[in-house]
């Protein structure tokens, strides 16, 4: 079982900047590759952005490729998503969540991730 809590969501004005964080719990975290993902008010969840295990591969949503970075550290059990250049079409509920490293790298399927966190709200306001 792995456990995950997001935080640092919040309210931004576009072309703002958010910082936000992943912290996990339980199983050793560099067995699981972690990925964000969103959901809008009235849409599906979406995938956002994945990084490996090791941190060595990452992969991005064309639609925030350029804009948002993810990274980690494995001492901390912690991912981050740093978000810039934020649009109002950025709002959502930003949720982490675990990957088995077995099953590869990276991927954007969200029904490969076993964990999820409870979320963390985004608004961006225009």
């Known amino acids: 079982q792995v456990q995950l809590v997001e935080s640092g969501g919040g309210l931004v004005q576009a072309g703002g900047s958010l910082r936000l964080s992943c912290a996990a719990s339980g199983r050793p975290f560099n067995k699981y590759g972690i990925g964000w993902f969103r959901q809008a008010p009235g849409k599906e969840r979406e995938f956002v952005a994945v990084?490996?295990?090791?941190?060595?591969?990452?992969y991005y949503a064309d639609s925030v490729k350029g804009r948002f970075t993810i990274s980690r550290d494995n001492a901390k059990n912690t991912v981050v998503l740093e978000m810039n250049s934020l649009k109002p079409e950025d709002t959502a509920v930003y949720y982490c969540?675990?990957?088995?490293?077995?099953?590869?790298?990276?991927?954007?399927?969200?029904?490969?991730?076993?964990?999820w966190g409870q979320g963390t709200q985004v608004t961006v306001s225009s």
């Open positions: 990084i490996s295990s090791s941190g060595g591969s990452t």
């Open positions: 969540a675990a990957r088995s490293m077995f099953l590869g790298p990276v991927s954007p399927k969200e029904n490969e991730y076993d964990y």
